[in-house]
C-alpha cells in the first residue's frame, strides 16, 4: 500500500520559512519523480514544484521560483520543501505527489496534505 505523508505545516509570518517533508512509503521512491502542490480556499489547485527521478532536475512554479526550494533523499524516501520569504498569498494546504513523470503527477499517488498559514 503506497502512503505519502505529509508533514512541516504550520503557522509562520510573512518573512518566515518552513520545511516541508513528505514521507513515501510502498513505493521505490528513487524511481519516482516527486512535486509539490498547493490549493488555497476557494481556488483550484495549482503546481508548485517538482523534481524528477532521473536526474534531479527541478521545477517551479513562477509564482515561487527564487523563494522555494525541493529536494528529495531516497535513501530516506523523502521528499522536502523548503519554503524561504513566506508571503500571505503562500497560504494553503501543501499536497505532496507522486508520479512516473511531471505531467503524469496529478495521476500518481497523493499525500493527504498539510496546512501552511502565513500572516501579514
Known amino acids: 500500500q503506497v502512503q505519502l505523508v505529509e508533514s512541516g505545516g504550520g503557522l509562520v509570518q510573512a518573512g518566515g520559512s518552513l520545511r516541508l517533508s513528505c514521507a513515501a512509503s510502498?513505493?521505490?521512491?528513487?524511481?519516482?519523480?516527486m512535486g509539490w502542490f498547493r490549493q488555497a480556499p476557494g481556488k483550484e489547485r495549482e503546481f508548485v514544484a517538482a523534481i524528477n527521478w532521473i536526474n534531479s532536475r527541478t521545477y517551479y512554479a513562477d509564482s515561487v521560483k527564487g523563494r522555494f526550494t525541493i529536494s528529495r533523499d531516497n535513501a530516506k524516501n523523502t521528499g522536502y520543501l523548503q519554503m524561504n520569504n513566506l508571503k500571505p498569498e503562500d497560504t494553503a494546504v501543501y499536497y505532496c505527489a507522486a508520479g512516473t513523470t511531471r505531467a503524469t503527477l496529478s495521476e500518481g499517488y497523493w499525500g493527504q496534505g498539510t496546512q501552511v498559514t502565513v500572516s501579514s
Open positions: 510502498g513505493l521505490t521512491f528513487s524511481t519516482y519523480t
